[in-house]
């Protein structure tokens, strides 16, 4: 069963407008993180965001924000005022404890990505 | 600049030949990491490093080997073992401290065997 479920595979929004880019993730551990990441064409990943599980707030960076729905385990990507430069494809990542002894997993299970188009 | 390097950018490589990848990293991190990443899917762990001479296998490992002599290093062998080596390699880097711990990604390898 995935762990990450990005049910979007493309996504269009005009400029200027703002998006929701879905993503729901599989656990039964409580602690756990999220992680959204931005890949361009050009290949390289962009760290955007993170929430933490026992986070109170919904994270916000910038034109950024996450949407987390504990009890939905959802944890979707708002961009507000969407921009052309915003054109690409977007991961989300989930983190969850280690099973090593004495040691935190280091290990991110992605999704398969949304890629989103932003028109002019 | 701090940041993590990659390279080549592009590598193309015969059947039967092993590869190195190369990653470097100036952000003084103690963990590293590889993934490869197929058309339409998401990031696969294939190895990862927690401190300098030591590393641990990811997901998909298999056909693969690492060295971490330096903290600032990581490169990835692909050898002839690995089936199916067409992919995009990225590598990462993070402080490796704490649940929160970010990673921070490379450009990126594109390998494509002929």
């Known amino acids: 069963a995935q762990k990450i479920t990005q049910t979007q595979p493309g996504m269009f929004v005009q400029e200027k407008e703002a998006v929701t880019l879905d993503c729901t993730y599989d656990?039964?551990?409580?602690?756990?993180?999220l992680f959204w990441y931005k890949q361009p064409s050009s290949g390289e990943m962009i760290f955007l965001i993170y929430?933490?599980?026992?986070?109170?707030q919904n994270a916000t960076e910038g034109r950024y924000s996450l949407n987390f729905q504990k009890a939905r385990k959802s944890a979707n990507l708002v961009i507000s005022a969407s921009q052309l430069g915003d054109s690409a494809m977007y991961f989300c990542?989930?983190?969850?404890?280690?099973?090593?002894?004495?040691?935190?997993?280091?290990?991110?299970?992605f999704g398969k990505g949304t890629l989103l188009t932003v028109n002019p | 600049d701090g940041g993590i390097t990659q390279s080549p950018k592009y590598l193309f490589r015969k059947e039967g030949q092993n590869v190195t990848l190369s990653c470097e990293q100036n952000l003084n991190h103690d963990a590293m990491y590889w993934y490869r990443q197929d058309p339409g899917q998401g990031l696969r762990l294939i190895y990862y490093s927690q401190i300098v001479n030591d590393f641990q296998k990811g997901d998909i490992a298999e056909g693969y080997s690492v060295s971490r002599e330096k903290k600032e290093s990581f490169p990835l062998t692909v050898t002839s073992a690995q089936k199916n080596p067409t992919a995009f390699y990225l590598c990462a880097s993070s402080m490796g401290q704490g649940f929160t711990d970010t990673q921070y990604f490379g450009p990126g390898t594109r390998l494509t065997v002929l």
């Open positions: 929430q933490g599980s026992y986070d109170q």
């Open positions: 990542a989930m983190r969850e404890p280690g099973k090593r002894s004495g040691g935190s997993n280091y290990k991110l299970t």
């Open positions: 656990t039964s551990d409580p602690s756990y993180g």
